[in-house]
């Protein structure tokens, strides 16, 4: 027994989707994780340049002396507190005896000693530092030497603690994830937007494809929009009308082939068993054999018309294009059918142009069963004793042939069906026994086939005219 095999169907919106939360989901792991560092560094940076730039101005501008006593530092506390409260840090004034002679943060200094590593004073910058213990908590230090005559008068420190600048880096951060926040709902908007407008009618435009392929009928796809997804949907409504309209013509199709072979079928069957039974007495068989030669033509003619169909039916239609004599195939047509037009007492008029030969560019064979088809159809639907017309008129490269005759003529609302297969108008059913509603179809189709034209202009108890077109040879 075979197992079936589990497959997990996945649409282009539910990947898009499940792409967009792993880049999210990725994105905010990398801030979290690694963007807070990178951020504190920056600030520690910063902190760093900003501190080693403010302690140069300072001993450039006020410890330009070559010496200071206990009393001229003591005399700058006003200026370092200042100085301290601008830039958020700690200044303390270290002496070359160790003696801690000023600190901005402590006023009452009272034989204070650094007994830190003294390796730091000469250390420009050091961080996570406390002094050995004088500072609160770890801190960047500062320290600039301040420099006597022969010799280091002592050290400036300036101290700003860590807290302080894990709340800059903390107040970065929350602007960073404020901006990453807004940046996700912003590309989940226009996600959103691309959902709508993209997603949605695509998975209509699929839901009718898919109603096309298992044959459903009358599925209209309702995409109204000037676009793309627009005018597809409107191609795949037109094809599905289309396909409708097809599966009815097929449907009239069987039906009408199998009415017209059922109909001689079933006479010839029938008079061949009578006479097999002795019920038609051999001296009135003839009679009877006319009529089964009368069906057996009808339905040759049948056969052969539905060969030409299906020929017509493949994509490419073979044409043997040649430069004819158009008016010798129209001599030669009315000439084959003069017998059946004498007994209705039916002449042929032919007006053709005065250019002798008029050459065309055409497939010969083809163009005179249009021109058989067009003037055998005048013949059957036009009345005892009348004429019909048929005319050349050049223009141009073109040249327009025309059979006009003075029968029946065509009902109008009959006028736009008569190029379809198997179609009769009411008229015409009584009139041509022999005919299988093929004829008109098969001259369509080969003018359209040469890249011309077929028109029709009839009235309804005046007569009808034909007119096809072709290009003039020189």
Same mark, same amino acid.
């Given at each position: ?13 539910? =990947? ?6 792993? +880049? ?43 010496? /200071?006593?206990?009393?001229? $530092? ?16 700690? $200044?303390?004034? $270290?002496? *070359?005896?160790?003696?801690?002679? +000023?600190?901005?943060?402590?006023? #009452?200094? &009272?034989?204070? !000693? ?31 030497? !301040? ?10 420190? %300036?101290?700003?603690? #860590? ?65 793309? /997804? ?16 097809? *599966?009815?013509?097929?449907?009239? %199709?069987?039906? #009408? ?66 430069? %004819? ?7 030669? &047509? ?80 009959? +006028? ?25 179809? $098969?001259?369509? @189709?080969?003018?359209?086939?040469? =890249?011309? #034209?077929? *028109?029709?202009?009839?009235? @309804?108890?005046?007569?009808?005219? %034909? ?8």
């Amino acid at each position: 027994m075979k197992s079936k095999k589990f497959s997990f169907k996945t649409t282009l919106g539910k =990947k898009l989707t499940l792409l967009y939360l792993l +880049l999210i989901i990725s994105s905010f792991a990398f801030i979290q994780y690694k963007g807070y560092d990178y951020i504190y560094s920056q600030v520690e940076n910063e902190t760093k340049e900003n501190l080693i730039r403010t302690s140069s101005t300072l001993i450039s501008s006020h410890f330009s002396l070559r010496s /200071y006593s206990r009393r001229n $530092i003591q005399n700058l506390a006003m200026h370092l507190r200042m100085t301290s409260e601008l830039s958020n840090c700690r $200044i303390i004034v $270290i002496y *070359d005896n160790r003696d801690i002679i +000023l600190d901005t943060a402590n006023a #009452n200094l &009272t034989d204070t !000693i650094y007994n830190g590593n003294k390796r730091f004073l000469f250390q420009t910058a050091t961080t996570n530092y406390d002094m050995g213990g004088y500072l609160a908590e770890p801190s960047l230090c500062i320290s600039m030497s !301040i420099a006597g005559e022969n010799h280091t008068n002592g050290h400036i420190v %300036f101290a700003q603690g #860590n807290s302080v600048i894990q709340k800059r880096a903390d107040y970065y951060f929350n602007l960073l994830m404020m901006l990453f926040y807004f940046i996700v709902a912003l590309l989940g908007l226009v996600f959103a937007c691309i959902y709508i407008c993209a997603f949605l009618p695509l998975r209509r435009l699929r839901v009718g494809i898919k109603d096309f392929s298992i044959g459903k009928e009358n599925h209209h796809i309702s995409i109204h929009s000037n676009d793309e /997804y627009g005018e597809l949907a409107d191609t795949l409504n037109i094809i599905g009308d289309e396909l409708s309209k097809f *599966d009815e013509y097929q449907r009239k %199709f069987i039906s #009408n082939i199998s009415h017209d072979f059922r109909s001689p079928l079933t006479s010839i069957r029938g008079y061949v068993q009578a006479m097999v039974d002795g019920v038609i007495p051999p001296e009135s068989q003839q009679k009877y054999l006319d009529i089964i030669l009368f069906e057996t033509d009808r339905l040759t003619k049948l056969t052969s018309n539905l060969l030409d169909v299906n020929n017509f039916d493949k994509d490419n239609i073979f044409l043997d294009i040649s430069r %004819f004599n158009l008016h010798d195939s129209i001599r030669k &047509t009315a000439g084959a059918l003069e017998g059946v037009a004498a007994k209705k007492d039916i002449h042929f008029d032919l007006e053709l142009s005065d250019t002798e030969p008029l050459w065309v560019s055409g497939d010969k064979d083809k163009i005179q069963q249009v021109l058989h088809n067009l003037m055998d159809n005048a013949v059957k639907f036009s009345h005892e004793g009348s004429s019909i017309l048929i005319s050349t008129r050049e223009k141009g490269n073109r040249v327009f042939v025309s059979v006009k005759d003075s029968g029946i003529g065509i009902p109008k609302d009959d +006028l736009g069906k008569i190029f379809e297969r198997f179609y009769k108008t009411d008229l015409s059913r009584g009139k041509d026994k022999l005919g299988t509603g093929l004829g008109l179809s $098969i001259c369509k @189709e080969i003018i359209t086939a040469h =890249k011309q #034209n077929l *028109d029709v202009v009839s009235t @309804e108890g005046v007569g009808s005219e %034909f007119v096809f077109t072709l290009t003039k040879e020189t």
